[in-house]
């Protein structure tokens, strides 16, 4: 995990739930389907959580995978597809709002080589990508005292960042200038999400 002083910060609610305002405000009469989206960071630490965040916002990582015990152990539901959340940075200050669209439960070998190179981190190959999470795994299931095990089942979610407009508008242009089309498979797999 770090050091203590790579602990990440809390999550900023009140600026978040401005954020979720302001994202509501751009959108047509109604809004979006939640009051309030849950509030988010990726990683375990304020390093971890920053750096993912960076990927997001860059247009780099559009997907990211959880282990379906964390929500159980955190008394919070699986995503739902088109769902909404807020994530947030190692200091707990909300960047971006994401939207769920495809969602899928599988073992954490379940992975495929899209999967691990839309998640967008370190090498972006299926091999770094088993390698880098079953340690990520291990150690935050052994911080509450739980062992891993190949048949846990693994939430793997792709998303799109809704806001601000500027990150939402870098994935578009990371698509047309490397001329790939989205990966998010609308409807899909509607089972999960990290």
Not at 113 to 119: C, K, P, Q
Request: proline share 6%; glycine share 10%; net charge negative.
């Amino acid at each position: 995990m770090g050091t203590v002083d790579d602990a990440p910060g809390p999550l900023r609610r009140d600026e978040a739930a401005a954020m979720w305002r302001a994202y509501a405000a751009t959108r047509p009469a109604g809004g979006p389907p939640e009051d309030e989206p849950p509030v988010e960071r990726f990683g375990d630490s304020r390093s971890l959580a920053d750096e993912l965040i960076a990927l997001v916002l860059a247009g780099t990582k559009r997907a990211t995978a959880g282990l379906v015990a964390d929500f159980a152990h955190d008394g919070e539901p699986l995503p739902r597809v088109g769902g909404h959340w807020i994530a947030c940075d190692g200091d707990g200050r909300p960047r971006a709002v994401l939207r769920s669209t495809e969602l899928r439960v599988g073992r954490l070998d379940s992975v495929d080589d899209a999967f691990a190179r839309d998640e967008g981190e370190a090498d972006r190959t299926r091999a770094g990508w088993l390698a880098g999470h079953l340690r990520y795994f291990t150690r935050t299931l052994a911080v509450r005292g739980e062992a891993w095990d190949d048949d846990l089942e693994v939430l793997f979610e792709r998303f799109e960042v809704v806001f601000p407009e500027e990150a939402a508008n870098q994935e578009a242009a990371d698509q047309e200038a490397t001329g790939q089309e989205a990966t998010g498979q609308e409807g899909a797999d509607q089972e999960g999400a990290d």
